[in-house]
């Protein structure tokens, strides 16, 4: 059995690398605020003072001892955010990036893989992203969805756990805002984007998967795609995720971009995440669309049977809060709401989620 520990949208830069120990530039380009502080005021008016040069523990609260107590053997975050204070910013309006010297708070969580295939890697340019790929390099960190060509992009990252390697393939669509220009070409770094979800394309995975698994790996694939708000899916990507556990040899398919936790589903015992929602932003205090709850972060815990073809096992989900720049544990109604509201959206027929008593989520399936 391997034991999972999946996160949405992990969000760095802005306001949270202003609290950590070496802020880097404020500056936005913004037309909404200019300066990073900004959003860290925006926070504190909605929900109290926050600690300035923060310990790198203080982001992860208490995820960190969850992780612990769960004994998860990887855990794989989506980084939408540049870890760079080089290049020029793209001009795209938002553009989140994080000081290098922040960097290690990555390593206290701890993520075993960062994805870079998403639409704020390049919020700094190539230079941005080469800088990002350097510094994550340096903490020994595997990446994967983003490189200097486009095989580095392509290449899966390789991890190790009982009993068998858990190989992430990144991915990233137009329609999460990720432009073609992006595109990591034979000789120019970018992302890993998938111009088109069809035949071709899963073919084509389906021979970079073939060649890298054996018996006992798992697969994943990850993937930033859809927009930020709203529960429904589109077709394109429930047929692309039931053809990449059909025919691509996929186990997992960890889908993010949305702001919030979207609907799950099963397919022949393999889970698909359509949208895993943000595990960490700096929206406190930022009105507007309240009702979809981008403050409840949830981790996806799945166990896998490498020795049965990474059938499902069981799937645990631990709600925390995003409050104070920091994940706090879920309170019983906020857990409740997240168990409600993901049911309603689980895309398998008599899928239910079920509070426990310490508020995590235990999925229910036949």
Known sequence: MIKLALAGDVMLGRGIDQILPSPGNPQLYEDYLQSAQDYVQLAERANGPIPRAAGFDHVWGDAVEVLRQERTDVTIVNLETAVTDRGTPEPKGINYRMNPANARVLRHLPADCCVLANNHVLDWGEEGLLQTLDTLQGLHIPVTGAGRDAAQAGAPAVLHGPGGRVLVFAFATGDSGVPRRWAAGSNTPGVERLDRLDAARLDAIASQVAAVKVAGDIAIASIHWG??????????????????????GIDIVHGHSSHHAKGLEIRHGKLILYGCGDFLNDYEGIRGYEEFRADLAPLYLPVLDNRANGILASLKIVPFQIRNFRLNRAYDADANWLAETLTR????????????????????FG
């Open 227 to 248: 927009g930020n708000w709203g529960y429904e899916i589109p077709v394109q990507h429930t047929s692309f995720a039931h053809a990449l556990v059909d025919h691509a």
């Open 345 to 364: 959206h689980c895309l398998s027929p008599g899928m239910r989620l079920v509070m426990e008593p310490d508020a995590a989520l235990r999925l229910q």
